[in-house]
């Protein structure tokens, strides 16, 4: 060993790296395991759940655009069950039957009633139009609009000038200064609705407190209290507001009055139509109730009904020899008209998968809250979860959340998005399990009645509704109150 290392020492260390490059070495071995993928088709049925009515149009229209053999029925056919066949078998049949959604789900007496819309024209097109009656060279022409689009739907300017004039010089190729936009937007600001291209709450009542003419007193003040006052508004300290101000609370409560005719999102006020002003929702679910009995059914108006085009099985006949054999040349056609049917078929099954498992659910959470569809009293909600609509239905929890996300229902008290009829359970000192909406319901009614100039506090709210029996701490009351869109009581007060 002396002859090759010149110490114990790096004997040792040499030996110590071997070794760890033998632990290091790459090796080759076997193991078993189980993993659980889903399929292609499995992904795209649970896509398929998932979609509510407008999206599932759109989605069964995209499929026929691009799987050929598949065309939409404008017949009455009777169902057949999709199942995988041979080529043979694809032969021997005279033609392939159509999936129907539209089976039982409407009554003898009910009509189809299309939905019309009216178009209009956005904000944003009516702001341009005003800006051509201003004289506007065509540069400032070219900033304005662009600062126009460059507006929020309520009507709010919430970019920096400065970003905006880096955006422009990209995109329009327009060297311009902060300025200069600054100049333009003040244009913008003397366009209807008044308001309009604000950059903060101050600044948009302002705008529209400008184009007041300010001969009373209330009006006045209440310019006074906009522009010098604003913080102390915003926060509701009248008192203090009262004292700085030297005024009396008759004298403020008129520049209240006079605030509260402004609107806060000066975008609203214009609403000309247009599916961005006034946007619909298309029910998936139609849920009517006569004589004490429920009828249920599934709202397919507009979702067309597809099947597969008879004349690619008529291809594939001619196709196939008398004794069954495929020659050589036609053997890749075939194989390709058989595997797109082969999709259309599963696409067809995924569809009436889709309806029998949406009924499914929702027959069960109908079951499940008849007291609450009855009448639409929210206090007759049960304290349900997805678990339990998932026991009832068999169904795992994950498809009970895909089929409720994004569904609604029509009742004849309105319509309702499912989601919202889960809620946690609550217990009262009798051990009574009741649903949050119960305590949400007392929550507003308490709140509605309350003083306004002496508004309750989360605190004073969790003692009444314990008083009431519900055992309920106040964080759990705020949360609550928030998601009911209730504010804090320092700003529910008033004078």
Not at 271 to 286: L, N
């Amino acid at each position: 060993m002396g002859g090759v290392f010149a110490n114990k020492e790096e004997a040792d260390l040499f030996y110590h790296f071997k070794q760890i490059g033998k632990d290091m070495a790459i090796n080759q071995r076997q193991i078993l395991s189980l993993q659980q993928k889903l399929s292609p088709q499995q992904i795209q049925m649970i896509k398929l759940l998932e979609l509510p009515t407008m999206q599932l149009e759109q989605r069964i229209k995209q499929e026929i655009e691009e799987n050929i053999v598949l065309e939409e029925d404008r017949q009455t056919e009777p169902d057949e069950e999709p199942q995988q066949i041979s080529v043979e078998e694809y032969l021997k049949e005279d033609d392939t039957p159509a999936y129907k959604s539209r089976v039982n789900n409407f009554s003898k007496d009910d009509k189809q009633r299309p939905i019309y819309l009216s178009g209009g024209r956005s904000l944003q097109e009516y702001l341009v139009e005003q800006l051509g009656y201003r004289n506007l060279s065509e540069r400032q022409m070219r900033l304005a609009i662009y600062l126009v689009g460059s507006i929020d739907e309520d009507g709010y300017l919430r970019r920096e000038l400065l970003s905006v004039a880096d955006d422009i010089a990209f995109t329009l190729g327009i060297e311009t200064s902060e300025q200069e936009l600054e100049q333009l937007l003040g244009v913008i600001h003397e366009l209807e609705p008044a308001g309009i291209g604000a950059r903060n709450l101050q600044e948009c009542l302002l705008l529209q407190m400008g184009q007041k003419r300010l001969t009373t007193r209330a009006l006045r003040l209440a310019h006074r209290i906009l522009a010098q006052h604003f913080e102390e508004f915003a926060k509701k300290h009248y008192e203090k507001l009262m004292q700085r101000l030297q005024i009396s609370e008759e004298d403020f409560r008129e520049a209240l009055q006079e605030i509260r005719h402004l609107s806060p999102k000066p975008g609203n006020l214009y609403a000309e139509g247009g599916s961005e002003a006034a946007p619909y929702i298309i029910p998936d679910f139609v849920l009517d109730y006569h004589d004490g009995r429920f009828d249920l059914s599934l709202n397919s108006t507009g979702v067309p009904e597809v099947k597969i085009n008879r004349r690619y099985v008529e291809m594939m006949r001619e196709m196939v020899q008398p004794d069954g054999t495929v020659k050589s040349e036609n053997r890749e056609a075939v194989q390709f008209v058989k595997s797109k049917i082969d999709s259309a078929k599963w696409f067809i099954s995924a569809i009436r998968q889709r309806h029998d498992t949406l009924m499914r659910t929702m027959q069960e959470i109908l079951d499940y809250q008849q007291e609450y569809f009855r009448d639409g009293d929210k206090s007759k909600l049960r304290p349900m979860i997805l678990k339990d609509i998932a026991d009832r239905t068999g169904l795992d929890v994950s498809t009970i959340s895909r089929v409720v996300n994004s569904k609604y229902v029509q009742t004849h008290f309105g319509i309702i998005l499912l989601k919202s009829l889960f809620s946690e359970a609550m217990l009262t000192d009798s051990g009574e399990e009741v649903s949050s909406y119960e305590i949400k319901t007392l929550l507003q009614q308490f709140i509605d009645n309350e003083q306004k100039r002496h508004p309750l506090t989360d605190e004073t709210l969790m003692v009444m509704l314990n008083d009431k029996g519900y055992r309920i701490a106040r964080r759990t009351v705020a949360k609550y109150r928030e998601m009911l869109g209730i504010p804090v009581a320092r700003l529910r007060k008033q004078i």
